[in-house]
């Protein structure tokens, strides 16, 4: 396998990497089962580079249905410690329009069917999720999207509540939302967010806004048909921004908190465990700084 320090997991829309030079396919198995799809590891401009289909690439699995830790933890496996989320969201206001582009900086987490965390079963650890996205990689993310679609209106901060879908919201459920001061709707950021921490990689999502979801009086109620429109036009856009991410990451390699997470976070101490519980945590703890 070879190994990759920058990661990309793609949503809908985004299923294969552009420009992915000596492409490799790699099935990889996990102790939490198989990833979605297999990563396919290559190069552009001669950075390393692991890609994966969240939804597997002809969009297969419902965002209930992703196997998110197999996913998080074949990366790990990969070397990966730095990692972009594309996704498609449903704006929750005003000033952010189909189209525009955000990049999330905390979440709401409602989902209620899937499996958040590599530890139980005898390991505790309770990551901080305090600040879920790595500012300095969210910062990169930003400068991106500035350098390869400079037309992009781009939020650089906003609130992603995660729904566990896969019905879009009711028209009260909406509103709820916008209640609680939340900025985009999404399936499928949570809990990749959180298994991403654990895993000690840096993590930062860019939200792709299809739709006003169904709260809005004046606009279109949010349908497959409409999303994956607009989710389309800004497909290749995607690619250019990812591209760019890259080459500014290998160029930087921030400094992530994300990368030491489990520092004061594991409670266990890993001598008492067995196999194969004592070769998942070291699998978690590779690559800290």
Same mark, same amino acid.
């Given at each position: 396998?070879?190994?990759a320090?920058?990661?990309?997991?793609?949503?809908?829309g985004?299923?294969?990497?552009?420009?992915?030079?000596?492409?490799?396919?790699?099935? &990889?198995?996990?102790?939490f089962?198989?990833p979605s799809d297999?990563?396919?590891?290559?190069?552009?401009?001669?950075?390393?580079?692991?890609?994966?289909?969240? /939804?597997?690439?002809?969009?297969?699995?419902?965002?209930?249905?992703?196997?998110?830790?197999?996913n998080?933890?074949?990366?790990?496996q990969?070397g990966?410690r730095y990692?972009?989320?594309?996704?498609?969201?449903?704006?929750?206001r005003?000033?952010?329009?189909?189209?525009?582009?955000?990049i999330?900086?905390?979440?709401?987490?409602?989902?209620?069917?899937?499996?958040s965390?590599f530890f139980?079963?005898?390991?505790?650890?309770?990551?901080?999720?305090?600040?879920?996205?790595?500012?300095?990689?969210?910062?990169?993310l930003?400068?991106?999207?500035?350098?390869a679609?400079?037309d &992009? /209106?781009?939020?650089?901060e906003?609130?992603?509540?995660c729904?566990?879908?896969p019905?879009?919201?009711s028209?009260?459920?909406?509103?709820?939302?916008?209640?609680?001061?939340a900025s985009?709707?999404?399936m499928?950021?949570?809990?990749?967010?959180?298994?991403?921490?654990?895993?000690?990689?840096?993590?930062?999502?860019?939200a792709?806004? !299809?739709?006003?979801?169904?709260w809005?009086?004046?606009?279109?109620?949010?349908?497959?048909?409409?999303?994956? !429109?607009?989710?389309?036009k800004?497909?290749?856009?995607?690619?250019?921004i990812?591209i760019?991410?890259?080459r500014?990451?290998?160029?930087?390699?921030p400094?992530s908190?994300a990368?030491?997470a489990?520092?004061?976070?594991?409670?266990?101490?890993?001598? !008492?465990?067995?196999?194969?519980k004592?070769?998942?945590i070291? !699998?978690?703890?590779?690559?800290?700084?």
């Amino acid at each position: 396998m070879i190994k990759a320090e920058i990661g990309i997991i793609g949503g809908s829309g985004l299923y294969r990497m552009a420009n992915l030079h000596n492409a490799v396919e790699n099935t &990889i198995g996990t102790p939490f089962g198989k990833p979605s799809d297999n990563i396919v590891t290559g190069e552009i401009d001669g950075i390393p580079v692991a890609f994966l289909a969240r /939804h597997d690439r002809d969009h297969s699995l419902l965002p209930s249905e992703v196997p998110y830790r197999a996913n998080i933890f074949a990366l790990k496996q990969l070397g990966v410690r730095y990692l972009l989320s594309f996704s498609a969201v449903g704006s929750l206001r005003e000033d952010i329009a189909p189209l525009d582009m955000v990049i999330p900086d905390q979440y709401l987490d409602l989902t209620k069917k899937r499996d958040s965390t590599f530890f139980g079963d005898g390991v505790v650890a309770h990551v901080s999720m305090a600040h879920p996205v790595c500012d300095n990689l969210g910062n990169l993310l930003a400068q991106a999207v500035e350098l390869a679609a400079p037309d &992009i /209106h781009l939020h650089p901060e906003g609130t992603y509540i995660c729904i566990e879908g896969p019905q879009f919201s009711s028209l009260v459920e909406s509103n709820w939302y916008r209640s609680m001061g939340a900025s985009v709707i999404g399936m499928t950021n949570m809990p990749e967010a959180k298994l991403a921490r654990e895993a000690q990689i840096a993590y930062a999502s860019l939200a792709m806004v !299809t739709d006003y979801d169904c709260w809005h009086s004046r606009e279109a109620h949010v349908t497959t048909e409409l999303a994956i !429109t607009n989710l389309m036009k800004n497909a290749e856009r995607a690619q250019n921004i990812a591209i760019a991410a890259i080459r500014l990451i290998a160029i930087t390699k921030p400094q992530s908190s994300a990368h030491d997470a489990l520092k004061q976070a594991l409670v266990t101490p890993i001598e !008492t465990l067995q196999e194969p519980k004592k070769g998942i945590i070291n !699998t978690l703890l590779a690559n800290c700084q």
